[in-house]
């Protein structure tokens, strides 16, 4: 089984920036897509992020310009770097990879006061 956690979550004023990040348990190499999502409080999963194994990104329009997603190949490692962070982006942040199955971390929660 595939073992995803996240760090890097926490408290911050509207404004500032985070850098989350997922530890896979797993190589990349056998990793086809990898991305970050969130749910906010009353609210559906939405879509963050996505990286492919091929480097090809794909953004929600709402994060774009202000969050970027990368990966460390050698250290099996996902980020999420968010800047200008606005209150509306409170949410608990959860990363997920999938290989022929998809696999969730648990979350880690982002709060922007303002």
């Known amino acids: 089984q595939v073992q995803l956690v996240e760090s890097g979550g926490g408290l911050v004023q509207a404004g500032e920036s985070l850098r989350l990040s997922c530890a896979a348990s797993?190589?990349?190499?056998?990793?086809?897509?990898m991305g970050w999502y969130r749910q906010a409080p009353g609210k559906q999963r939405e879509l963050v992020a996505t990286?492919?194994?091929?480097?090809?990104?794909n953004y929600a329009d709402s994060m774009k310009g202000r969050f970027a997603i990368s990966r460390d190949n050698a250290k099996n490692t996902l980020y999420l770097q968010m800047n200008s962070l606005k209150p509306e982006d409170t949410a608990v942040y959860f990363c997920?990879?999938?290989?022929?199955?998809?696999?969730w971390g648990q979350g880690t929660q982002v709060t922007v006061s303002s």
């Open positions: 997920w990879a999938a290989t022929t199955s998809s696999y």
């Open positions: 797993i190589s990349f190499f056998s990793i086809k897509i």
């Open positions: 990286v492919t194994q091929g480097g090809n990104t």
